[in-house]
């Protein structure tokens, strides 16, 4: 099975998702396809073109990924999925893409699980100051380097 995967988002987002994924996945180039939604379009065009993309992703299964619920894109999708051979997640973000792209063989289910935790997971608090940025007090005898 190898599943579809759909981006739709804000222009030009998806294009920059697809071209970040690409960049490691060359070889997924005609499962990924984008629609990158402009300001003055309507949703009526918008909904015309996603149909034509989609479909010309030519799977079984399709993982819609839009960028951020509510808006025109996430809107639109919504109008696309049935549920069982499509399914959709909003707050699309590279981890989660790279995500998609890694287990788009696995079944529509378990891929939502895959990408839904890949999403979050991607999302942390990163630390200002690391140990290894961190100045030496001159007479601390515990101090050891350590490369990261």
Known sequence: MNNGIFIMAHAPL??????CV????????????????QPNTSTDETLAMAKIVMA?????????LTDMFGATPCNVALRLIDGVRTRMV???????????????????????????AGGSQGIMQ??????Q????????????????
């Open 14 to 19: 998806a294009s920059a998702l697809r071209q």
């Open 22 to 37: 690409l960049h490691v996945f060359p070889e997924v180039c005609n499962t990924v396809a984008v629609l990158d939604v």
């Open 56 to 64: 010309s992703l030519n799977t079984e299964h399709t993982l819609v």
């Open 90 to 116: 909003a707050g699309v973000n590279l981890p989660m893409l790279m995500r998609a792209v890694t287990y788009r063989h696995e079944s529509l289910d378990a891929l939502m699980a895959r990408v839904l």
């Open 126 to 131: 990163v630390a200002v100051t690391a140990p």
């Open 133 to 148: 940025n961190q100045l030496r007090k001159a007479n601390d005898q515990n101090y050891n380097d350590h490369q990261q």
